[in-house]
């Protein structure tokens, strides 16, 4: 895994690639490569044996021009200033990609939570939602969950926002648990939405997911929903792995059976007694379609020349580095980006933020129905974008796409002071 790519660095050359495909100047531009904003705080926290542990926490609102910043709040040791800059870029992008009202944001804290206990994650995490709250609101700032965290979490900051405020505002966080307010199909809709771009992509392609082989690197939230929507389209998911390895079956795993694997055993090695692998090698397997839903800058320019895959479907954010990116688009292989592929997160969202806020609530149905409409009509937006400006890869026509948008509100409100 190349680690030393800075996300920010890399979020900034897509932005640079892109524009050069747009008629915008320089000095406009500079305003859609850097946050609006960033918090950066120590949380101070009593832990359980007594001792104060403290917490490098950050909050990034990189663009507000088309809506409320939104974005999730990962939690792992990793968390860097630049890579929550990175991410509140792609949540602003992905928003606009979708074409839904929002701008971008991302928060996290540098943290592993397997390390510590209920009551301190707790802890943690309302001293996080105490340090957000003169930024967050349901029309200026909404958190969402990513790596690490997801409706516990999201109650916590509900429930600390809602106290300090003295008010009822389940539109504060989205990704919360249903009878808090959260929605139908939320905890589904980013596997969903890997699984509805997939579709579009070998339709457009013009051939069967039906017969696609597939592998999932990263079997969390992401990777082991969109596993599972695959399979029941038919396509066979012969390899999957998580942070402890992979494993790989040529007649195809069983994508639930393996995540109810994960969840009893805590990692997917071991499954079944089938053949175990490494990472690198689930990245580089024969198949179809590979799906990267782990981390970002999994896969280098190095590892790009070995992928085997014809269609990679980004479920995680960022996961090839630019020059990765470039040997893909060299070497043909279709590559549907992250701020597409994994929009579902957000859309649904915007779903249960729009819920919140008419205290009317939709079937899975609808929202599944809502979610597909949004991804089909983005992969037309793209797809038009791709071959009416001879773009050269569909990630240049997702940003194309993105850019033209933030910068219109942007120059449609026009500048103050
Ligand atoms: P998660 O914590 O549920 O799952 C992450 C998985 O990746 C885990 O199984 C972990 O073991 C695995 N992993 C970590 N390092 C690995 C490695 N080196 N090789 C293989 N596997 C590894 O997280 P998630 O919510 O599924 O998020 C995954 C990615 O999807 C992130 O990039 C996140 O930003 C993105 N994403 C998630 C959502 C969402 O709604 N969950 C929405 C948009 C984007």
Same mark, same amino acid.
């Given at each position: 895994m190349a680690t030393d790519v800075n996300p920010f660095e890399s979020l900034q050359e897509q932005i640079d690639d892109a524009a050069a495909h747009m008629d915008v100047g320089d000095d406009v531009l500079a305003r859609f490569k850097r946050p609006e904003r960033v918090l950066e705080t120590t949380l101070s926290v009593t832990l359980d044996d007594g001792s104060l542990g403290t917490f490098e926490a950050y909050r990034s609102q990189f663009n507000g021009d088309r809506g409320p910043y939104k974005g999730g709040i990962r939690y792992h040791p990793n968390v860097t200033r630049d890579e929550v800059k990175a991410l509140s870029g792609w949540m602003a992008y992905k928003s606009a990609v979708v074409n839904i009202p929002y701008g971008g944001g991302k928060g996290g804290i540098a943290? %592993? !939570?397997?390390?510590?206990?209920l009551t301190e994650l707790e802890r943690i995490t309302r001293s996080y939602a105490a340090e957000l709250r003169p930024l967050?609101? !349901? %029309?200026t700032d909404i958190p969402a969950p990513d790596v690490n965290t997801g409706q516990r979490e999201m109650n916590w900051i509900k429930g600390t926002y809602e106290t300090l405020e003295n008010t009822t505002a !389940?539109?504060?966080?989205?990704?919360?648990a249903i009878e808090s307010g959260g929605s139908e199909g939320r905890l589904e809709a980013t596997g969903r939405s890997v699984m509805l771009t997939a579709r579009e992509a070998f339709s457009y392609l013009g051939t069967d997911l039906a017969d696609a082989t597939v592998a999932v690197q990263g079997y969390g939230n992401a990777g082991s929903i969109a596993a599972r929507l695959l399979e029941a389209e038919?396509?066979?998911?012969v390899a999957v792995s998580d942070s402890s390895g992979a494993v790989y079956d040529e007649n195809g795993l069983d994508a639930g059976a393996v995540r109810e694997y994960k969840t009893e055993t805590?990692?997917?090695?071991?499954?079944?007694g089938v053949e175990e692998r490494s990472n690198d090698d689930l990245l580089t397997a024969d198949v179809d379609l590979l799906i !990267?839903?782990?981390?970002?800058?999994?896969? %280098?320019a190095d590892l790009a020349e070995d992928v085997e895959a014809d269609v990679i479907v980004e479920?995680?954010?960022?996961?090839?580095?630019p020059d990765a990116d470039d040997v893909l688009t060299d070497r043909d292989v279709y590559v549907l980006p992250d701020v597409l592929a994994n929009a579902g997160g957000v859309t649904v969202s915007y779903f249960e933020w729009v819920q919140n806020r008419q205290r009317f609530y939709w079937s899975e149905e609808q929202v599944n129905d809502e979610l597909e409409t949004v991804i089909a009509n983005a992969f037309a937006d793209l797809t038009s974008a791709f071959e009416d400006q001879d773009l050269p890869n569909f990630r240049m026509a997702a940003y194309v796409v993105a850019l033209r948008r933030v910068i219109d509100a942007y120059e449609q409100g026009g500048n103050w002071p």
């Open positions: 943290l %592993d !939570p397997k390390e510590y206990s967050v609101g !349901p %029309d !389940p539109g504060i966080v989205t990704g919360k038919g396509a066979s998911v805590g990692s997917v090695t071991g499954y079944g !990267p839903a782990a981390l970002e800058n999994a896969i %280098d479920a995680a954010n960022g996961p090839l580095t």
